[in-house]
């Protein structure tokens, strides 16, 4: 529908967003015939810096976005001259590229970040018909009408006047935008420094969580190692009795070798004294001798357990005093590292405190300037209301050719209340109570320190309630 294949740029910007007083469309026709150029007559204000990707396109009367455009064309760059002044400048629309219905439409100056800048009055492409001529037959009626453009010059004085101050109040209104967008991108800010603190919350107590799991294997392994030394212990006291046992018996045994060598000794000593009986004692001798050597055989193998009951003891010892060590060594290795991260975990919580602290204080700031937008949408509100005020117009026979603005704009004088947080509408016949309980409902109440929190902030609501079961 343009002359060029490039796109202009556009974007889904609403009309509350614009700003139609930086650019003036000049000497703009009630209607144009169809079939010729058109030549559109624009100004443009100190207000706006031109671009390259600027553009001034067609757009039928009732547009949203500039999306919504019929045709366009580039808008040339002024020569060179001071940015501080006004600067007249034009386009012509090739007859091609035009409407060819009769709908009203209106030119729109469009920046190339697609916000719209300046915007003419409504017009038409339409064939000029006999309304439109004005037949003077007599003189009264030249008279007459010389009156009535009187009144319709006074008029339209009149109507430019509230056209300035309309505009006047635009500016007004666009710059308590402003203040109220900066507001918003403050709160924006808030909002993502909040869920940075909600992440770093989130990672404190998952390594909370994961400490108290590693306290738990610590405990579990310190209570198997309790109970292996338990069994070594009652190992060590079954060994000691068996060796007590073998002690004693073998003290039985040296006892029965010390009999058995006394007896040996007073038989030497019979033997001198009893010579005579040497013949019929030996045979006796013989077998004292082969008992001796019985007892001295079992005297080798008591010895020989002897030392292996010894051998044996001082490795049991041994083993258990390693053992013991060990078990020492571990148990004190566990300890520090219990308390090594008991003192990580002290150090956990009180980041994690400070984290609460900021966090709280975050939330009483991003209260404060909900409270403030609150209270900003309410006046912008009611200033609007004010600005949208009806004009008085003549009545449907006063203007000559008719008034173009009239059924074109529907105004709202209305006083009414907006939710601030999902933006719904209460008219001032709705009592403050439904109004403050609507409010009430979208916000989560503390039962223990009686903050308010909004309902998308679940998670942060539940981690407040949270911090108070930990004091």
């Known amino acids: 529908m343009d002359e060029t294949s490039d796109e202009p740029p556009t974007s889904a910007v609403l009309l509350d967003n614009c700003h139609f007083s930086q650019?003036?469309?000049n000497n703009v026709e009630k209607f144009y015939v169809p079939g010729g150029d058109v030549i559109c007559y624009y100004t443009l204000t100190q207000n706006i810096i031109p671009r390259g990707k600027d553009w001034v396109g067609i757009f039928r009367v009732g547009w949203k976005t500039t999306r919504e455009y019929y045709t366009f064309m580039w808008a040339p760059l002024p020569s060179d001259a001071p940015s501080d002044t006004a600067v007249q400048q034009q386009i012509q629309f090739k007859a091609y590229y035009l409407p060819k219905d009769d709908e009203y439409y209106q030119f729109c100056y469009v920046d190339q970040d697609?916000?719209?800048?300046?915007?003419?009055?409504?017009?038409?492409?339409?064939?000029?018909?006999?309304?439109?001529?004005?037949?003077?037959?007599?003189?009264?009626?030249?008279?007459?009408?010389?009156?009535?453009?009187?009144?319709?010059?006074?008029?339209n004085e009149e109507l430019k006047a509230s056209c300035a101050s309309l505009e006047?109040?635009?500016?007004?209104?666009?710059?308590?935008?402003?203040?109220?967008?900066?507001?918003q991108n403050s709160l924006e800010s808030l909002k993502s420094n909040t869920e940075k603190l909600k992440l770093e919350v989130n990672s404190l107590k998952k390594e909370n969580k994961h400490l108290k799991e590693l306290d738990d294997c610590r405990e579990a392994e310190l209570h198997q190692l309790k109970e292996q030394i338990q069994n070594v212990t009652s190992d060590k006291e079954r060994l000691e009795t068996r060796l007590k046992t073998a002690l004693e018996h073998m003290d039985q045994l040296q006892s029965q070798v010390l009999n058995y060598e006394k007896e040996v000794e007073n038989l030497s000593h019979m033997d001198h004294d009893k010579t005579e009986q040497l013949e019929s004692l030996k045979e006796e001798n013989r077998q004292l001798r082969l008992t001796g050597t019985q007892q001295k055989e079992q005297n080798k193998d008591l010895e020989h357990c002897m030392e292996y009951m010894k051998g044996l003891k001082v490795k049991l010892s041994l083993c258990l005093s390693h053992c013991l060590q060990n078990e020492q060594k571990q148990n004190h290795d566990l300890m520090k590292e219990l308390e090594e991260q008991k003192h990580l975990f002290q150090i956990l919580q009180a980041k994690k405190n400070n984290a609460d602290e900021e966090n709280q204080k975050l939330r009483e700031e991003n209260e404060l300037l909900r409270h403030l937008s609150q209270a900003g949408e309410v006046s912008s509100f009611s200033v609007v209301s004010q600005a949208q005020a009806p004009i008085p117009g003549p009545e449907v026979g006063g203007l000559l050719f008719g008034n173009p603005y009239r059924g074109e704009i529907t105004w709202h004088s209305a006083s009414i209340r907006k939710c601030p947080?999902?933006?719904?509408?209460?008219?001032?016949?709705?009592e403050t109570s439904q109004y403050e309980a609507h409010v009430q409902s979208h916000l989560l109440e503390c039962p223990l320190c009686s903050k308010s929190f909004e309902n998308c902030d679940k998670q942060v609501f539940d981690d407040h309630v949270f911090c108070h079961g930990l004091e």
């Open 23 to 25: 650019v003036v469309f």
């Open 114 to 155: 697609g916000v719209v800048r300046g915007a003419s009055v409504p017009f038409q492409f339409r064939a000029e018909t006999e309304d439109d001529i004005l037949v003077v037959t007599t003189q009264g009626e030249v008279e007459e009408i010389e009156l009535q453009n009187k009144n319709l010059r006074k008029e």
């Open 168 to 183: 006047k109040q635009n500016v007004n209104l666009q710059e308590e935008l402003n203040k109220t967008q900066e507001l």
């Open 421 to 430: 947080m999902c933006d719904e509408v209460f008219p001032e016949e709705i």
